[in-house]
């Protein structure tokens, strides 16, 4: 979970500096841990009943977790996507050139 918000944050921090923009580290992605991890701690100094919500709290991380990943794949997609399409570029693909069978015996 902590991986895939820091590919996150750090990807953005490399976008923004490339087009000249101003970087917010500050993100909706971060409010669900930082909520989670307050009530890690209300859990740790006993305030509320553990176990109830120790359970509610692995399922709430996993769906945050599959959540957050998907969403960094489809935005991650989705870059890629417009910065081939703006460079003009094929990501991912060996592109050849077109050659003749002329061109191919001067080559050989």
Not at 2 to 19: G, P, W
């Amino acid at each position: 979970l902590i991986a895939v918000l820091f590919v996150d944050m750090s990807t953005e921090m490399m976008l923004c500096h490339i087009a000249h923009q101003n970087y917010n580290p500050w993100r909706w992605q971060l409010i669900p841990l930082v909520v989670l991890a307050l009530a890690s701690g209300l859990i740790a100094n006993g305030i509320e009943d553990g176990v109830g919500l120790q359970d509610q709290m692995k399922t709430w991380i996993t769906a945050y977790a599959s959540a957050i990943f998907a969403y960094n794949c489809m935005k991650t997609s989705v870059i890629l996507h417009e910065m081939c399409q703006l460079l003009d570029i094929s990501c991912f693909t060996i592109h050849r050139p077109n050659t003749t069978s002329d061109q191919a015996k001067k080559v050989q």
